[in-house]
Every structure is written in C-alpha cells, then in structure tokens.
C-alpha cells in the first residue's frame, strides 16, 4: 500500500469508531445472510465478538505503516489461532 493507501484506511476507520457496535453488528448481519452455516460457528457472545473484531481492526489497520512489524504478526497469528479449527 502507498502512505496515501494507508492514510485514507486510517480515517475511513477512524470514521466507524465512534459506531463500532452497531459496525460489528451490521458485519455480522450481513455474514450470516450471505452463509447462514457460518452462525453455528460463534457460540459466544455476539456483541463481545463484535467488539473483539474491532479491536483488533482498530490495531492492524492503525499499524498499517509498519506492516512487517511484530505487531502484525502478532495480529494475525492471533486471529490465526482464534479461527483455527473452526
């Protein structure tokens, strides 16, 4: 991504924080309309889901600059590990 690519992620962003979950929710939604399979997959808590997405959102898309960072690795490998065998 250029600087100019990752500025305009960062706001867009930036812009769904302050609505992050009724974001999650709409994602959801909108998830589960288009593979209704996939809901059985999500036992927990679907707004506490919601508000784990966003946050790690909010950390890979506010480190976007340092894509080969720990921090992104970290990221995915977390995510990675949460999804893993599902």
């Known amino acids: 991504m250029t600087p100019e690519q990752t500025k305009l992620v960062q706001q867009s962003f930036a812009r769904l924080a302050p609505a992050a979950d009724a974001v999650a929710e709409m994602f959801y939604r909108e998830l589960f ?3 209704p399979g996939l ?9 506490q889901q919601g508000r ?14 340092r894509l080969e960072s720990e921090t ?13 065998g599902r």
Do not use: E, P, Y
């Open 33 to 35: 309309a288009l593979d």
């Open 39 to 47: 809901r059985k997959l999500f036992k927990s808590d679907l707004a």
């Open 52 to 65: 784990k997405l966003m946050s790690l959102l909010g950390t890979a898309i506010g480190n976007l600059d």
């Open 72 to 84: 992104h690795v970290t990221i995915v490998r977390q995510i990675h590990s949460g999804h893993r």
